[in-house]
């Protein structure tokens, strides 16, 4: 945990107190004495970065906030995602949190498998808490949205151009076989959009049609096909790196 994180309800006057792993983390791998500043943020809020240690035992800490800075800003880019495995949807989580996207998608494809959409990593009151880790790693207080949409075609159709400029629509997919070693279509430097990424068996051919003429640009990482939670990370990561100086 990079950023000691609570809920709005727990906050009492600038005053904290945690229980449990929280509190544990602040007393075993903090070592945090009273006295010592830590950061801390509340969900949803300000980030908190000399929070003071009032009280901190292995099953009590006693925050007192201090001077509050502002959010984060949100990564520039958002994340269309067709569902993937549970077990993938749950390790993509708090990643996903971790790089700072406003929005995400899950939406449907053809080869999104049916009894996906009964996973409980799907339930608000599961995933949010797997949000909120990531957010506690990199430091951040704020949740993405979360949009689920059981139809792509709208979404690609009728929502997104209204919400991503031309240019800014972006679907990510392997280069066609045999192209070994195409130049990888790099996206486009910086600036808000939203970038789709297919699921396990990749996006139909009539998804990508739909995608470009819905004005969504195609774009690789390269001839390596790589599972959809490292094209997640890479695409994000690769998307939301500050402009060069
Ligand atoms: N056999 C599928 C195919 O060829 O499309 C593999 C799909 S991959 C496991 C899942 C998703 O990750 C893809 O639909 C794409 O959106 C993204 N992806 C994986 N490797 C990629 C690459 N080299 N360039 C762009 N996107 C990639």
């Known amino acids: 945990m990079n950023r000691i994180l609570f809920e709005p309800s727990e906050n009492r006057g600038g005053e904290v107190r945690l229980a449990g792993p929280r509190a544990h983390h602040v007393w075993a791998v903090l070592q945090a004495q009273p006295g010592d500043a830590i950061r801390a943020g509340e969900v949803g809020g300000d980030r908190y970065d000399g929070a003071r240690v009032v009280v901190s035992t292995p099953s009590e800490c006693i925050l007192r906030l201090g001077e509050a800075s502002p959010p984060l800003l949100r ?6 995602l067709a569902l993937p495995r549970p077990k993938c949807l749950r390790r993509l989580w708090p990643q996903i949190a971790a790089l700072g996207p406003e929005r995400v998608y899950l939406t449907a494809a053809e080869k999104v498998e049916k009894d996906y959409w009964g996973s409980t990593f799907l339930r608000p009151e599961v995933y949010r808490s797997l949000l909120v880790d990531g957010l506690a790693q990199s430091g951040d207080t704020i949740l993405p949205e979360v949009e689920v949409h059981r139809r792509l075609k709208p979404l690609v159709e009728d929502v997104l151009p209204r919400r991503y400029a031309e240019g800014r629509r972006l679907v990510a997919h392997p280069p066609r076989a045999g192209a070994r070693n195409a130049a990888p279509d790099k996206p486009p430097a910086y600036g808000a959009g ?11 051919d009539y998804e990508l049609r739909m995608f470009e003429a819905a004005g969504f ?21 690769l998307l939301t790196l500050p402009p060069p100086r």
Not at 75 to 80: F, H, I, N, V
């Open 194 to 204: 939203i970038v789709a990424v297919g699921p396990e068996g990749g996006w139909s």
């Open 75 to 80: 990564a520039a880019w958002d994340l269309l």
């Open 217 to 237: 640009r195609r774009v690789s990482l390269g001839p390596r096909v790589l599972r959809t939670d490292t094209a997640v990370v890479a695409l994000l990561s």
